[in-house]
């Protein structure tokens, strides 16, 4: 290993120096090219004398030459590395892993739980049917059922789930609640129900002003712009990705 590591510092070494040689050459020719353009700007040289002259300290210059030579030993180093690592690491995935012979029922279980807990609701329900795992527990029959009617953008389910399990979302500070009556509003207000929306609110926003005061401010603003809400401030508030990330956070949280 410790050779290894050598072959690193030195490949690096090499590398900055590499990159030192080949800028020094480019801003070399930068400066020619820069100094030969005002000489012809003064009418001191013509233009086909001031490109002679520049090929000739090209060519005499060699630079090409020296940042060609200079990249063929950054590659012999690379490739020394290459081996090296060849020779320090093996390349057979079987060598790093145990003989552990899984449990095929064990492991179903395993894929079938995180299918759920990931809010992947269809294909884990596809995935029992499948591979003929245990039946689904009931509460993620429940999780099934408020997702499909929250893709159908019908709130009210998953606005009773988020009251009932209220204390443990505010343990891990999910605003779920709150995105959840935020879309019931939102829905009201684009759809024309304007004193719908306002009843709603003073309903079920009171609770999360402590919490989401400048969110239920930018809400409250909306009925200023109630003729034109995807024209106005708040026009984020009506896009539909909405839906989607509420839809992942209620399959996590």
């Known amino acids: 290993m410790e050779a290894l590591l050598r072959d690193c510092d030195r490949m690096v070494k090499r590398q900055r120096t590499f990159v ?10 930068i400066a020619l090219l820069a100094e030969t353009r005002e000489q012809i ?16 300290r090209l ?9 060609l030579g200079s990249q063929g030993e950054l590659r012999q180093v690379f490739s020394r590395l290459g081996r090296a690592l060849d020779k320090t690491f093996s390349a057979d ?5 145990r003989g552990v012979v899984f449990d095929p029922t064990l492991l179903r279980e395993v894929v079938r739980h995180h299918l759920f807990r990931e809010g992947l609701l269809e294909l884990g329900e596809l995935f029992v049917k499948e ?4 039946l689904v527990e009931e509460r993620f029959f429940d999780m099934y059922t408020i997702a499909r009617h929250l893709r159908l953008k ?39 129900n304007l004193r719908g929306a306002l009843d709603y609110a003073r309903q079920n926003f009171h ?3 402590e919490r989401h005061a400048h969110e239920v401010q930018q809400l409250m603003g909306c009925f200023c712009f109630a003729k034109r809400l995807k024209q106005s401030p708040y026009a984020d508030l009506f896009d539909t990705h909405h839906w989607t990330d509420v839809l992942h956070m209620f399959s996590r949280d």
């Open 207 to 209: 609770i999360f002003v």
């Open 93 to 97: 995935v079987q060598k790093a892993s």
């Open 131 to 134: 591979s003929g795992s245990m």
């Open 41 to 56: 700007a003064q009418g001191g040289v013509s233009p086909d004398d001031a490109l002679e002259a520049v090929r000739h």
């Open 20 to 29: 030192q040689q080949t800028s020094q050459h480019i801003d070399a020719l």
């Open 154 to 192: 019908d709130v009210q389910p998953a606005i009773t789930w988020a009251a009932t399990h209220r204390a443990h979302l505010e343990a891990i500070g999910s605003p779920l609640e709150f995105l959840l009556h935020r879309l019931e509003f939102v829905s009201r207000l684009e759809s024309g």
């Open 59 to 67: 060519r005499g210059g060699n630079h090409a030459e020296i940042v």
